[in-house]
């Protein structure tokens, strides 16, 4: 069955209510039931909840063959929790046929890999798969497709109960023995832990593993003691020197500098730039180098962003320390800079969770309050659907996170990605992999021109009248082709690998195994 972006689902998928994608809110205003865990009273006297090991911590939760484990990656490159509980399941304990329903995964999870390959693990459900996980995945490796869904799209399913999370292990740096929890305080600091409270309030078992435990009551405190089961100290939890990973860095290229500053130049265009416009970046280094650029632009117009919303770095901690900024609502932090500055002015940020940062299945998500988001891209097609998620080459490398929820979410969505990567048109005819529909997309922004969504022609009105020059989509492709070539159609086998949700819940596309390149 097609959906609204043209994709091709397979009917075997649409069980259990499943639905193909059909437009941008398509959901708003149905309701559904919360779900809710499996909760052990404790109504005796407990002086403490510390456990001598995670080994001790598992048994007591009950771990078992088939069951599906929880993590989270606000450490990124530098966790350590994952593997270590996986590695007391796996080769210690002996447990197969688990799921592992993790925030995101990359290369510090690349243990995960051999566990799949084994059969050990037969389940991946993530926002991301990066490395060699996404690797052995692609090449078919997993029993079961993968379950790709954004930041919001995870927390709705948990509170649906379409994700059930038997244990999740929460990595904290700093707790006190009964299990109030936070990512500051402690030795190796992580920032907020928005990613990991929908599974401290739904999964059955809540193992708060630490490096540093604090006298009670360990407060703010991220994670209440009252969802938590257990409390494990460990050596180190993770690296915070690796959580600023290099697609997280603000770019120096004058290229990618100047679709910055194109980007600045067409918020400052459009009626939403005003006193108390709320605003968010991506990951990618130009989207993030958009902060440098609009200081210039709110003090000739002597205005002040409302708040910042989403991942947090540096450069937007400078930009509120100037006096330019009146709220950080943190669901994650994307370096030390940005941590430290939440744990030295707690007033001045606000810690969300990613249901109330996303979630598009509650009763308001924070996304919905935007005024802007700037966002990169692997590709974006003629029909402006996106593509973060898998190369040109087909294999899982990325991830959606918030990109699909701040798309749909925000006023005026803005993509910056350069034309061309190397040999490969980022511009093209038809992406890989669709993980945010262009009805969410309304301008681009290349290093050979802008391009805005006709479906906008409020947003075309406004850049004419600022004078600032626009092209056509199609345009964009075509030079894209005139400089690299068109791209060979990639060739897939029938087996399905991985299956991309919308947001809310809806089958967006899906990903094929690639046939092996015969030389």
């Not at 927390?155 to 038997?166: F, M, S, Y």
């Not at 067409?266 to 009626?271: D, H, S, V, Y």
């Amino acid at each position: 069955m097609k959906n609204a972006v043209g994709r091709e689902i397979p009917e075997e998928l649409l069980v259990g209510g499943k639905e193909v994608y059909q437009g941008k809110y398509y959901m708003d205003g149905k309701t559904f039931h919360k779900a809710g865990p499996t909760v052990r009273r404790a109504e005796k006297p407990q002086a403490s909840k510390v456990l001598a090991s995670i080994r001790e911590a598992c048994e007591k939760c009950g771990a078992h063959d088939g069951m599906t484990v929880s993590f989270h990656h606000a450490f990124r490159n530098g966790d350590y929790v994952t593997s270590m509980v996986m590695k007391v399941l796996v080769e210690e304990m002996g447990l197969k046929d688990l799921t592992v329903a993790t925030t995101s995964l990359g290369s510090a999870q690349d243990l995960l890999a051999d566990y799949i390959e084994e059969g050990k693990i037969i389940g991946i459900q993530s926002s991301g798969v990066r490395g060699r996980i996404g690797e052995v995945i692609s090449a078919g490796k997993l029993k079961t497709p993968a379950i790709v869904r954004s930041h919001g799209g995870r927390p709705r399913a948990i509170e649906t109960g379409e994700l059930h999370i038997d244990i999740t292990f929460i990595a904290a740096s700093a707790a006190d023995d009964y299990g109030n929890a936070n990512g500051t305080g402690g030795r190796n600091n992580c920032g907020t832990l928005g990613y990991a409270v929908a599974d401290s309030r739904y999964a059955d078992h809540v193992v708060v593993v630490t490096d540093t435990l604090v006298p009670f009551p360990n407060s703010p405190a991220s994670i209440p003691s009252i969802d938590v089961d257990y409390v494990v100290v460990v050596d180190e939890i993770g690296d915070p020197k690796k959580i600023g990973t290099k697609e997280a860095r603000v770019t120096e290229d004058p290229r990618n500098l100047m679709m910055a500053e194109n980007c600045a130049k067409i918020m400052a265009a459009t009626p939403y730039f005003k006193d108390g416009f709320s605003f968010q970046t991506g990951v990618g280094g130009p989207s993030l180098a958009v902060n440098r650029y609009l200081e210039d632009y709110m003090r000739a117009r002597n205005i002040e962003m409302g708040f910042a919303l989403g991942g947090m770095g540096g450069n937007i901690c400078d930009l509120m320390d100037k006096g330019l900024v009146r709220k950080l609502l943190d669901t994650q932090d994307f370096d030390t800079k940005a941590i430290a500055h939440l744990a030295a002015h707690p007033d001045k940020h606000l810690e969300i969770s990613t249901s109330e940062y996303a979630n598009p299945a509650n009763k308001g998500a924070y996304v919905n309050k935007l005024d802007f988001v700037v966002l990169a891209a692997l590709e974006i097609d003629t029909d402006f659907n996106v593509n973060v998620l898998t190369g040109s080459d087909g294999v899982l490398r990325g991830a959606p996170g918030g990109h699909p929820d701040t798309a749909a979410g925000s006023k005026c969505c803005i993509i910056v990605t350069p034309l061309v990567r190397g040999r490969m048109a980022t511009v093209c005819k038809k992406v890989v992999t669709v993980t945010t529909p262009g009805d969410c997309v309304d301008v681009l922004v290349t290093d050979y021109g802008i391009a805005v969504n006709p479906a906008r022609a409020d947003l075309i009105e406004c850049l004419d009248a600022a004078g600032i020059a626009h092209t056509t989509i199609e345009a964009l492709q075509e030079k894209a082709y005139s400089l690299v070539g068109e791209p060979d159609e990639l060739e897939w086998e029938d087996q399905v690998i991985a299956v991309l949700e919308a947001r809310d819940g809806t089958i967006l596309d899906v990903v094929r195994k690639i046939k092996p390149l015969v030389l």
